[in-house]
């Protein structure tokens, strides 16, 4: 898996070899021009190289604008090396394979070598108390180890998807569809809001118990940006499962930020 200097080192390694080939037939052609010429033609032909050594030093003295830089080096071949990597980064370490096929969010360590998503083991555990990979029976302490180290190394995975949609590379993330690996759970719990946006960004969509959720956890930024931003399957008038919506959560947790958020906040 090409690592993010990797990936750039080969592009540079690619551009400089196709200029410097370039450079070389220019210079090719006005030699041999040179060498067969005499006259009238030898005169042309330096005359050829002399223009071509002057466009190439004009366009070393004369820095490239966004535009032609962006047309030579379309900003799509680095985005989608780099966003591929992010996926399959994302895919190999960092996703329940078994339950949940997404991303972490409270991982927990079985005796059976596995991790499994806290919730998905529970209700697995509640009907049977064996390996749901191995039929092995397990110990009910599984469901109280936690893998803390498995998901702080997720949410930094996590934390760096904010760069690559600031880089410009959203369109690529959706056309890979990392958002069906992807849920609010992780944003929400750390109140991050950079990484909120950033999965809303690439097509990580909603339902109607994520602002109550978000309110619950009582985060405001959290809740404000839900709020403003509504990806798709938000509802403001939305309930959990107990039928609660995001304000009457927020009055009975006695939490007046979020209260106002809900309040004072227009989508």
């Keep these: 898996m090409l690592k993010r200097g990797t990936v750039w080192a080969l592009y540079a390694l690619v551009w ?5 080939g370039a450079v070389r037939l220019a210079s090719g052609g006005g030699r041999g021009a040179k060498g067969k010429g005499k006259g009238k033609a030898a005169g042309e032909a330096k005359g050829t190289a002399k223009a071509a050594a ?13 535009a032609e830089a962006g047309a030579e ?7 989608g090396a780099l966003a591929k990597d992010w996926k399959d980064t994302l895919e190999d370490n960092f996703v329940d394979k078994v339950f949940t096929h997404v991303a972490f969010d409270r991982p927990l360590k079985a005796s059976d070598g596995q991790s499994y998503e806290s919730f998905a083991l529970q209700k697995w555990f509640s009907r049977n108390q064996t390996s749901p990979v191995t039929r092995q029976p397990l110990p ?13 190394r ?7 998807l904010p760069a690559l949609v600031e880089a410009g590379c959203a369109a690529e993330l959706q056309n890979l569809k990392v958002a069906t690996s992807l849920t609010l759970a992780v944003p929400l719990r750390l109140g991050d809001v950079a990484m909120l946006r950033a999965f809303v960004a690439v097509g990580v969509g909603a339902d109607s118990g994520t602002l109550p959720q978000a309110a619950k956890l009582g985060n405001t ?5 839900l709020f403003r931003e509504m990806p798709p399957g938000v509802d403001v008038n939305g309930v959990d499962a107990d039928g609660r919506t995001a304000l009457h959560i927020a009055a009975r947790m006695g939490n007046t930020d979020v209260m106002n958020a809900l309040l004072n906040a227009n989508p």
Excluded: F, M, Y
């Design 16 to 20: 400089d070899a196709s200029s410097a």
């Design 54 to 66: 002057q466009t190439t030093g004009d366009a070393k003295a004369k820095p490239k604008t966004k």
């Design 73 to 79: 080096a379309p900003a799509a071949i680095h985005c």
């Design 140 to 152: 009910a302490t599984d469901l109280l180890n936690e893998n803390t180290d498995l998901r702080a």
């Design 154 to 160: 997720t949410e930094e995975h996590l934390r760096r």
């Design 221 to 225: 930024a959290t809740v404000i940006a």
